[in-house]
């Protein structure tokens, strides 16, 4: 572990860009860990999704400490610690529980929600399921007010067995791929039909 990178790593601010960055992950698959000297950000996907891990690790390399890596079907990375992360942490968790934070929609971004896409999307027919099957009946309907409001994009809720997760509709997908044209890597670009 390289001591004076992680200091400078400390010492600096996530530019917007990284923080839309990590708040797109968290709304996903990203979570953020406990460490000695408070929290780090982790990614961590498939295998198959390398290039993705890969692209948020060349977004975010200015706060790691070392390059990601795989282990059995997995391929990961994580932060140094950050007092960001801990901020995050405060909102986006209530005990181990990731919850929906109270003022989302002031981080609801293009590249927030295109991150987001990429992590939870799934393309279904001719719409777009986003598996948010973690937050409850409530923060999803609050997510749906949210993505209408901010982005224009109408999505309505998917049950899944005992859960719910969001389902835009085929007339909101023009507006998506809009939206997301800019961000979307191209090994991602499958979840939309691109």
Known sequence: MDTKRAIIARNQQLTSRQQEIVIGSLLG???????????????NHGIKQKDYVDWKYSELEAFTNSQPR???NSYYFRTVSHDFFGKLRQIFYHGAQKVLPAHID?????LA???WVMDDGARDKGQLRLNT????????EVLIRILKAKLGIAANLNRDKDRFRL???AVSMPCVRRITVPYIIPSMQYKLSL
């Open 70 to 72: 795989g282990h059995e």
């Open 29 to 43: 698959d990203g979570y953020l860990v406990a460490t000695t000297r408070g929290f780090a950000f982790r990614v």
């Open 133 to 140: 099957q973690s937050f409850t009946k409530g923060e999803n």
């Open 167 to 169: 389902r835009i509709k």
């Open 113 to 115: 929600f295109s991150v």
């Open 106 to 110: 002031q981080w609801i971004t293009p």
